[in-house]
């Protein structure tokens, strides 16, 4: 069994939406134990007791959410424990060309400074999944997808 962590913030319930289809996701997969949190109850030891993280957070200025970057502060604490883990990452916007991508990016970065292995897609939203809004039929099933493949390559990379 391996255990997959989606830690997101939400003041509007957007990004909320798309954590619970991330999770919808990742359960679709054999082995996979789903847990969500919510930032402000997300503590470092549930970084250190899961077997890949997803961080989920809206655009705020172009990058993650003032609570998100709290708790990634925090996490270095535990700096060098998380090495090998899986990532990935989703994010909430206002609008197109408001920043969900440099905010994908920005948490990304901070998982890969941490030494984890980064989920991508090679067709199609390749840094995570977005949405401009409340999550449209494509954006939840974007999320749906995300989950699965994070999901599915823990669950490789725990074999």
């Known amino acids: 069994?391996?255990?997959?962590?989606?830690?997101?913030?939400?003041?509007?319930?957007?990004?909320?939406?798309?954590?619970?289809?991330?999770?919808?996701?990742?359960?679709?997969?054999?082995?996979?134990?789903?847990?969500?949190?919510?930032?402000?109850?997300?503590?470092?030891?549930?970084?250190?007791?899961a077997d890949a993280i997803i961080v989920g957070s809206p655009t705020y200025y172009g990058s993650m959410s003032g609570k998100v970057k709290e708790f990634i502060d925090d996490s270095v604490k535990i700096h060098g424990k998380l090495e090998g883990k899986v990532g990935a990452a989703f994010a909430s916007s206002g609008g197109t060309a408001s920043g969900a991508e440099t905010t994908l990016l920005s948490i990304l970065q901070a998982l890969l400074v941490h030494g984890m292995i980064v989920q991508g897609r090679s067709d199609d939203k390749h840094y995570g999944a977005a949405a401009v809004g409340a999550p449209d039929r494509e954006a939840t099933e974007s999320c749906r997808r995300l989950g699965k493949k994070v999901a599915e390559l823990t669950v490789k990379v725990k074999m």
């Not at 939406?17 to 997969?29: I, S």
């Open 1 to 49: 069994m391996v255990k997959i962590l989606i830690i997101y913030y939400s003041r509007s319930g957007n990004t909320e939406k798309m954590a619970q289809a991330v999770a919808e996701g990742a359960k679709q997969v054999k082995g996979a134990d789903v847990e969500i949190r919510k930032v402000a109850e997300a503590t470092n030891e549930d970084l250190l007791a």
